[in-house]
């Protein structure tokens, strides 16, 4: 008697031609991700400084990452329930009005507020489209579909920078997020006339229903972990009577949340998968932070046009995609290269900081710098995937997974925050002495990436 397919070996889509159209789809709504994510970064400079809101600058970066760990949860949670159709053209859509919220904005508020709309689409959206990829593909065109997704972030981050710049200079910021939604509408365009099909036309869809074994992580504890985020940011930002209670607060909400959303050992940093998800916050987190504080620091010190600020992070793109194919043939066990990728992050973020920290006329190290990050975080960061699937179960596969993306989620959202409570108390403690501020700002980040080398070195052995 054949076996029952089950959604790991069977695809409900089998034609051919709509094969490769939902594969462009997919690849056009991740470009659309990418660009507004590094597009994002290159105009925040001058839209922060035409609202009059610098010290509010890296609230556009946490904002938007703490609304999309809530939305990762959540989306999973839909996906399991209902099928990755609908969710995927919710968050479509959300994302979209997030992005007309964000390029209309008068104010900076209303800036956060559309950032806020865009996480949240971001989230849903990228779960479902990789759910789509298990639900609606045949299992020997998976790997093909996801290289295509990876590389989909590739030509964002050689373009992205300079067409935003472009934009910003001659045209508005404001148009940055509105260049984004023909791109986001072609996807939708594409993928939802042959998505709503193949789910209309299903044979057997109690054949994807959830194992009631697995433990899913609860949404309200993705909510109280990122309600902690802009709670700490405000306490942090804004010192008075309220900043030890706001703070305690939200330390609070993080040890409420993460033990339900995170393998065990997140804590003890006993071995195992514990640090593993722990590097990969450390990384992700400095990394972002860094990156978002940078461009910034290329603009108000060096007076750099938005163009070549943003060109200079081009590097750290072209360092994490050599990092991430010299990692995949390096025989070097996981737990080692981790290492070795968080000692990049290390020297690329000690570089940043020199820069500066002295003010040298030789802004152009910067670039220097980030290849070297970049190369770490290729390096890491795809072994912090690798040893994340060695270390689980069969069972556990899918929940350790989420938890991974999770951690990376909040450790960039808090990282920003914490970096821009920091860059906010140097604007008001040392105004006129920005070398100073972003100096002790990216040593800070400097101390995050030693913590992710030290944390590397408790995971254990852990074979390529």
Not at 113 to 125: E, H, Y
Not at 321 to 344: E, K, N, P, V, Y
Not at 375 to 382: D, E, H, I, S, V
């Amino acid at each position: 008697m054949p076996e029952t397919p089950t959604p790991v070996d069977a695809a409900a889509v089998t034609d051919d031609r709509a094969l490769r159209v939902l594969t462009v789809g997919l690849c056009i709504g991740i470009t659309a991700v990418a660009f507004e994510t590094l597009a994002v970064s290159t105009a925040m400079p001058r839209a922060a400084e035409e609202l009059g809101a610098l010290g509010w600058y890296a609230w556009a970066f946490s904002i938007f990452q703490a609304a999309m760990l809530f939305a990762t949860v959540a989306s999973g949670r839909m996906c399991d329930r209902i099928g990755p159709v609908r969710p995927m053209i919710a968050g479509m859509t959300v994302f979209g009005i997030g992005l007309v919220v964000a390029g209309l904005a008068p104010v900076m508020p209303v800036l956060i507020l559309g950032r806020a709309i865009q996480g949240l689409g971001s989230g849903t959206m990228s779960v479902a489209m990789y759910v789509v990829i298990a639900r609606y593909f045949p299992i020997d065109r998976r790997p093909r579909v996801l290289s295509w997704l990876s590389t989909a972030w590739v030509v964002p981050g050689f373009v992205g920078p300079l067409i935003s710049g472009w934009i910003t200079e001659h045209l508005s910021w404001h148009w940055v997020f509105g260049a984004v939604i023909p791109v986001l509408l072609v996807a939708a365009l594409l993928l939802a006339p042959i998505l709503v099909r193949a789910e209309r036309n299903e044979p057997d869809q109690s054949r994807w229903a959830r194992d009631p074994a697995t433990k899913e992580a609860p949404v309200w504890a993705a909510a109280t972990a990122a309600l902690a985020v802009p709670v700490l940011q405000v306490g942090l930002q804004t010192p008075g009577w309220w900043t030890v209670p706001l703070v305690l607060a939200g330390l609070g909400l993080l040890a409420l949340g993460l033990p339900r959303l995170m393998p065990p050992g997140i804590w003890t940093l006993r071995p195992g998968l514990g640090p593993v998800v722990t590097v990969r916050a450390l990384i992700g987190g400095t990394y972002f932070a860094t990156e978002t504080f940078a461009i910034l620091m290329l603009v108000e010190m060096y007076q750099l046009d938005l163009r070549l600020a943003g060109l200079m992070f081009t590097a750290g793109t072209i360092g994490w995609t050599t990092g991430a194919f010299l990692q995949a043939r390096w025989r070097i066990r996981r737990d080692l290269l981790m290492s070795l990728g968080a000692s990049g992050i290390v020297l690329g973020v000690l570089g940043v900081a020199l820069v500066a920290a002295t003010g040298t006329p030789w802004f152009w190290l910067v670039a220097v710098a980030w290849t070297l990050a970049g190369l770490g975080m290729g390096t890491a960061y795809a072994s912090t995937s690798v040893a994340t699937m060695r270390l689980s179960s069969d069972t556990e596969q899918g929940r350790n997974a989420a938890s991974l993306q999770l951690s990376e989620a909040l450790g960039g959202s808090l990282l920003a925050g914490l970096a821009g409570a920091g860059y906010a108390w140097g604007l008001r403690a040392v105004p006129g002495h920005p070398s100073l501020t972003f100096g002790l700002l990216f040593a800070g980040l400097v101390v995050t990436a030693l913590l992710a080398v030290a944390v590397s070195r408790r995971i254990g052995p852990v074979e390529h």
